[in-house]
């Protein structure tokens, strides 16, 4: 085959790369009810055992807002790409890896989270390095666009470059609230609410 | 960045707004069959266990109608939209948020109906209080969008208005069918098939 | 609102709906393989085991060759929709709510199908009858194609009487299939996949 | 019907086709979280049981990544098509059906790697057999549109040949794979993931 320039241009084109990974996004966002399983209740108590679960429907709401955010930050990226390359192809299928393994951390912190003790503390912490790896990847996929500028449409160096800021800033943040999960469990799962409802907030433009 | 106009217009493109929630819709509404699970049967007696699935069934079918008729309400709303801002992102996240939601309650309701008793009431009530949740989330999208003329299309404003006072009406239905569960479970969960075959058959232009 | 015409041509695009019907049998078709669970082997005994699993591969084997199918016909009929109307949509909603439960019979199928006895046939029978369901629904769709011309491109009556003859015939192959299941599972089973591999087969134009 | 040419052209549009391959591809992709299931951990043992886990995130990773190639590689093809016809489109379905089936024996190998013995050999085999008939699928499909180049554009018949000739290969590893397994599952694991990578960093053009 002959197209081998230095840019190793792929045949993939952006728009299905991005209808690609908006499928992922959408079924991990709508997998993670899955996890919460109906509670065996002894007679009258079901109401009762529902309201039990509320670490269930919060780890549930954290981490759809969550990943409903990097669906955001993930369209306004894309949507700048005039091409994809190899590079760029393979950093994002290591970005939706972490995104959806998401349900499985979500499901351990909600199972973990009342029983206190350091179970509760690893759940925590477990949810925060995935957080972790998500963010890391992302800035890693947002560092390949911006050293890479014959992906993305004149103009969009500037976005670019804050997006890999924005990513840096919660790699740190998630690195810090897997500090707090050693103090205590439900403050670590505040602060993973906090951020999403401040990247949220994010005056996007 | 520039784009810091009062609208504070969104880079997100309606099209794709529209694609990402049709996906989770669709994940949705196909998951519900994953919360029915294979009876445990004696010798011979499979056929009878598979007949009292029945309230299984009966919300699987209520269940799948309502996510439907969301589909289709959604799709109205959404092919006026010329463009979406940061609001119209975020409440259409939790309106998502509260269908994907639906699974878990529709679980509830299936395995505890025929059970009687107080935790059939719950399960009953559970049930409509996501409806009212779900029904909310979709009148606050509507105010927001009849709040926000410049992202729709002219003359979208009567139907949009309808559209509102319909939102309205449901969280009010659903509220009361769950004073309704404090009576019965069955009659609640036939008020909340009623309403979605009302839905169903209302005109829409 | 105006258009209030005697045909009630709907604000849904056949495009969305279709998107949407293709995303609901993709989830489906694909959620089979979470029926199959993993066997617990005793030590030296995993690949027996797994050789024993082989009704549920056989059942994955046919409910998914019979989704495929659907998806190819669905496909053809909504290729040559130019609109839709409400009596299509809630039809197509029927449809789909029985082609999204397939993988509930199925699993049942794939666990009784070795038991032998009643509960292999109840099974089988139980099979057939969603199968009856789903054919039957597609006809029906189909049949309210033919009585309302302005759905569909001019050209299409020979095809759509053709589909609509193809799905009577289905109808009634399943309902014989459920006799066969009252004799034996696997001659039903057999019989399931006999039909889906005639209709993979059939020539389509 | 009248188009019954030699070539059996079908009103399947590629891009429709296309669109439900990456729908499949993308649902099993995300499915495979689901089968991690969260550890039962008695007081204080949570950390390290979730370090136990590393079967299974491996074979996540591993099999994560195969899908992820596996939709480069349909991609780099459909999107090629310029028709699809009777013979694409079931083939098509069969390599389908293999990629969706992925899920099941990632998580037996997930279940088994660490328990040693002729269990983690049989699991280690069952997943290398099921590779070899993703890649035979794919083969067969390739083959087909080589020996069919009216549904291909022109010029695309050396990437087509090498194509097939990469099937061939991928088969031939995963068999000897199934050999390695033979000897040690974790070797087999080693190699299955060696693939991937190396399909991964394959230059394509």
């Known amino acids: 085959m002959s197209d081998t320039s230095p840019q190793q241009q792929s045949t993939i084109l952006p728009g299905r790369l991005e209808a690609f990974s908006d499928g992922v996004l959408a079924i991990a966002i ?18 009762r055992q529902l309201g039990d679960l509320w670490p269930s429907y919060l780890a549930y709401a954290v981490s759809f807002l969550t ?16 091409s994809v390359d190899h590079g760029f192809i393979y950093r994002n299928l290591a970005l939706l890896g972490f995104v959806a393994f998401l349900p499985f951390p979500t499901a351990v912190l909600a199972d973990y989270l009342t029983e206190g003790g350091s179970n509760a503390k690893a759940a ?12 890391a990847s992302f800035g ?33 943040i998630y690195a810090v609230a897997m500090g707090v999960s050693i103090v205590s469990a439900v403050a670590a799962l505040a602060v993973y609410g906090a951020v999403a409802v401040a990247f949220a907030f994010r005056r996007f433009d």
């Open 67 to 82: 990943i409903g955010i990097m669906w955001v930050n993930h369209h306004r990226m894309t949507r700048r790409l005039i």
């Open 124 to 135: 925590a912490a477990f949810y925060g390095l995935t957080m972790v790896a998500v963010s």
């Open 30 to 47: 709508t997998l993670l009810i899955l996890e919460i399983t109906v509670p065996d209740a002894d007679d009258g108590s079901l109401w």
């Open 140 to 172: 890693l996929l947002w560092l390949h666009v911006r050293r890479t500028p014959e992906l993305s449409a004149p103009g969009a160096s500037a976005e670019v470059h804050s997006d890999v800021v924005g990513s840096a800033i919660a790699v740190a």
